[in-house]
């Protein structure tokens, strides 16, 4: 199974794309890339309390973006619970901005805020594919997702149900381990 999103700095390369960890966005010149190894860059929305770290990550990514390993942005998105959401709203369109020049697609974190997502989406008109990563949600947000035209993940915990109405090409597996 090619593990679509883990935070596993150590996965085998080629087996998983690896989401790049806060230090790596903050001060990528230290961070040790591995030979054939797969990654994500994003600013996540955990890290949005602090804007200026933000807007050092920012302007990292769009270097970062260009770079043949780098294969998808994010994970990037909104959460209610946890971060600066009006924040998470401006670094989402920078970042998706992002992707569709670099031609890359998203990996999306997203926390009882299906409805900025959506909204996003319709207003955005991406050209780059989003695929909403851990989703646990019912069969209607389900398939209300796919409906408009985005891909879902699943990890190790999950509905059943959205699972088994998600069509293969567009369904992905993984770990999201935090190491």
């Not at 959460?79 to 890359?104: C, M, N, P």
């Not at 909403?132 to 985005?150: N, S, Y």
Request: proline content about 6%; glycine content about 6%.
């Amino acid at each position: 199974m090619f593990d679509f999103h883990t935070h596993n700095l150590n996965a085998p390369a080629g087996t998983a794309i690896i989401n790049l960890p806060r230090e790596a966005m903050l001060q990528p010149e230290g961070f040790a890339w591995r030979e054939g190894a797969l990654y994500s860059a994003g600013i996540h929305p955990w890290w949005t309390d602090d804007a200026e770290a933000c807007r050092t990550m920012l302007a990292n990514l769009r270097a970062i973006a260009t770079l043949p390993q780098v294969v998808a942005i994010g994970e990037c998105g909104f959460d209610r619970l946890r971060g600066d959401i009006y924040l998470q709203e401006t670094l989402f369109t920078e970042q998706i901005a992002i992707s569709e020049d670099v031609h890359k697609p998203v990996t999306i974190h997203c926390v009882r805020a299906f409805d900025k997502l959506l909204a996003a989406y319709k207003e955005q008109r991406p050209t780059q594919k989003w695929t909403v990563h851990g989703f646990r949600g019912r069969p209607a947000l389900a398939q209300q997702l796919l409906d408009a035209g985005l891909d879902l993940s699943y990890g190790s915990h999950y509905n059943a149900e959205s699972l088994a109405q998600t069509p293969p090409d567009r369904l992905h597996r993984e770990t999201d381990e935090d190491f």
